[in-house]
């Protein structure tokens, strides 16, 4: 929304219209009798046809005739750039179901008249307690905002909150989906055979044992260097 505010110095006669290049998308006033006064006058960014108009510079028009003598006018213009886009925020990849510890978490926050942005962590969740990992005032694209493996964070969920605002009040609010930070390594225990124990290469041998991950992706086993199927 954009406030338009004058100030008439006698009575007049009111023109306010809204153009884009020549064309004109907007007649706030049309032959309004106005008083001597600070007024102001509201655009809501829409159109005479109701549509909201694109982000783009606009002009300003008002053309004023005194009352007592409408040869004695005045025309004055002013330039202004609609902007209703808020921020873009984008996370690069990386961020699964689940995220190793030595994740480097890229993102971008773009926006041609941004104010600034600022990037946490919240967690662990349920908890939304936030942890600051960067904070800006100019537009960023793929650039680093965390690594994980230095902000000493237990294994758990958390997830990604980033906020930004730009020169004409439009905000974001970005959140990520959940993720698990996992840093720990699988837990791999044999139980058969005990070490030390001699096996037979007669007599087939049964290799019993645990391995234990919250996120485990794939289990093999080598004897001598060699996959054992």
């Given at each position: ?16 219209i ?9 007649r706030l ?16 960014g ?13 002009t ?16 004055e ?25 030595t ?7 773009t926006?041609?008249?941004l104010?600034?942005y600022?990037a ?11 942890l600051?990992?960067t ?13 994980f493996?230095q ?9 990604i909150r ?10 974001s ?8 930070l ?19 290469r ?6 019993r ?11 093999g ?8 199927h």
């Amino acid at each position: 929304r954009l406030n338009i505010d004058y100030i008439l110095a006698q009575p007049a006669v009111i023109d306010l219209i809204i153009k884009r290049a020549a064309v004109v998308v907007r007649r706030l006033l049309v032959k309004s009798n106005v008083n001597v006064d600070s007024q102001s006058v509201n655009w809501d960014g829409r159109g005479d046809d109701g549509n909201l108009t694109p982000d783009a510079e606009y002009t300003v028009e008002i053309h004023a005739a005194a009352l007592a003598d409408e040869t004695n006018t005045q025309t004055e213009e002013s330039h202004v750039w609609l902007d209703t886009t808020p921020p873009v925020i984008k996370l690069g990849a990386g961020l699964g179901a689940y995220v190793p510890a030595t994740t480097v978490l890229l993102g971008s926050v773009t926006d041609k008249t941004l104010v600034g942005y600022q990037a946490y962590i919240e967690g662990p969740l349920p908890n939304t307690k936030r942890l600051l990992l960067t904070e800006g005032t100019e537009a960023v694209t793929d650039v680093s905002l965390a690594r994980f493996s230095q902000l000493g964070l237990d294994d758990a969920r958390y997830r990604i909150r980033i906020l930004a605002s730009d020169e004409a009040g439009n905000e974001s609010d970005f959140q990520s989906e959940e993720f698990e930070l996992d840093s720990t390594a699988p837990s791999v225990s044999f139980s058969n055979p005990s070490p030390g124990t001699f096996v037979s290469r007669v007599q087939p041998t049964q290799i019993r044992g645990l391995v234990e991950d919250i996120n485990l992706k794939t289990v093999g086993l080598d004897v001598d260097g060699s996959p054992v199927h």
